[in-house]
């Protein structure tokens, strides 16, 4: 395990994430002109999935080294922790973004989507100019994305109660009845002291040794449990995302959307760490306010 170079990974992941959306955006303004091809909006959105997916194949190789400690990254503010599912955002976050982006607009379409009218394959509704064909690719993918996640938050929830019930639990007791033995024959040695006077010795190791062998064993397992856990759920993530990307949206509605997961990512995690900073500005006034004893 080596928490350094996953950290040092991450900080390189955000800084091509500040590049990309940089590049995404010069891209957007582009298409807005008309000065960018849709085969140009299509190589930008390669480079960008590209960029998920070498950060994925990154992750899954430190992630077999030690699972954990990418469910509650400490290089990640505590409210980027609280956020995160299976170590990153949830897949069906990107298409309810998705929607978010389609909603201003959309509303005016509402009622011929209901009434059957407006299907053709030239209307486009909302600000991205989503068409009914896509709306109904979009939610199909959507309800399949749901399903895949629960599946892989019940896998979770079941690894969580298997460490916790076996073989945990029976070790932590055999453990808990190895020290209290451990305990009785050194109080009987110090008792029946030997011939010369001295006090007896509890051999070194006592029998703790099987023990915390069975317990290592148990924790990388649960370890190897996660780091598989996080490797599937970033291939549905990536899977989502590159679904709505290349096969569902148009070059230029794909970009959009990347522009806007980027912006989000990248804000929240802005967000929190100001606060975190503003946060720690404060303790310590507070600290010493209290240990003075000032009055308020």
Known sequence: MDLARYAACHRQWIAGQEVGLAELVAAAASAAAGRTTDEELSAVVERCMRGYEEYATSRRAMAREDGAAFFAPPWCTAFENAVLWLGGCRPSLTVRLLYSLCGEGLEAHIEELVGGRG???????????????QLDQINDLHHRTLREEGLLTDRLATLQEDIADRPLLPIVRERERAAAAAAAALAARHVGANSNGLPGRLEAGGSFGGVDAEVDAAMESYRAGLAKLL????????????ALATQILTPRQAVEMLVAGKQLHLSVRDWSRRQQREQNARLPRASTSTSSGANP
């Open 119 to 133: 299907r053709g394959e030239g209307t486009g509704m909302g600000l991205l100019g989503i068409k009914p064909a």
């Open 231 to 242: 490797e599937e759920a970033d291939e549905l993530r990536l899977s989502t995302a590159r």
